[in-house]
């Protein structure tokens, strides 16, 4: 059914199949608080996510490429932002509604824009600026600081956007030769070893077969998430593709409300289509950019 898609349909629906997989998994994560702390979690599940990656990573050869030790450093910085990220991150969601904590985190293409534009020298056009302007004001208004509806674990998702921004910029400078499931792979790795040499200063809670399915789960999702959001990638126009992403917020309201019993607020539903309309808005003037750059080298190549 898929093959009989048009690219750019196959591309949409790899991308929102890949964020109903990673809405799902942070739904289990956030119900696993019920069993583990939060570095038991990310220990369990790093560990299957671990080895589901090695066999992925060893079946695509991916250990066969030569690195660079400027590569490697690299995959380290990405690591450590993407270490810092995944705690921050989780320990948002295991302490705020789930569709809020998502939220935030979808303004990280926006942040992704204007660190792109400070630190990599890309240009960034001022209607792209104004974009995250507005954008970030979405953000404002989900979080709410001051108000009676502010919820302080709020800034630990805002704290995980920056270190994922950090991660993503870094990961653009990493060699393209580079297979994506080594250097998942490694991360992942990165993850396991950190949480391992935490679980001597945390409270150890039992290791049931129920409740370590739950992270048996979510990393199976996790997996179908990364492998689904490559195939997004190449597949398809990428202004049509990516702001499928958005999706993910879909998710994680109706999990919200069925799972949880969370339901958003007016508030976090403006906020959120703040975010959306604006993140969608520099995804069409960054492809609009590329096409006009693409147009001008064709131009003076004839």
Known sequence: MVKNLSEN?????FMATCMAAFGINDALIKSSSEHFTLVQTIFIRSIFTSVLLLIFAWR????QVDISLRDWKLIGFRMVGEIIGAYLFLYSIFN???????AILQSMPLAIT???????KEDVGWRRYVAVLIGFSGVLIIVRPGTEGFNSFSFFALGAVVLFVCRDLTTRKI????PSSM???VTSLGIMVTSACLLPFIEWRPVTVENTSILVAASLFVIVGYILSVSAMRTGDIGFVSPFRYTILLWSIVLGVIVFGDIPDAWTIVGSTVVVVTGTYTFYRERKRQKDADLVLKKEAS
């Open 9 to 13: 349909m196959r591309g949409a629906f």
């Open 60 to 63: 695509q050869k991916a250990f």
């Open 96 to 102: 705020m509604p789930l569709a809020n904590a998502t």
């Open 114 to 120: 204007l660190g792109a534009a400070l630190f990599l």
């Open 175 to 178: 060699s393209k030769t580079i």
């Open 183 to 185: 250097v998942s792979f």
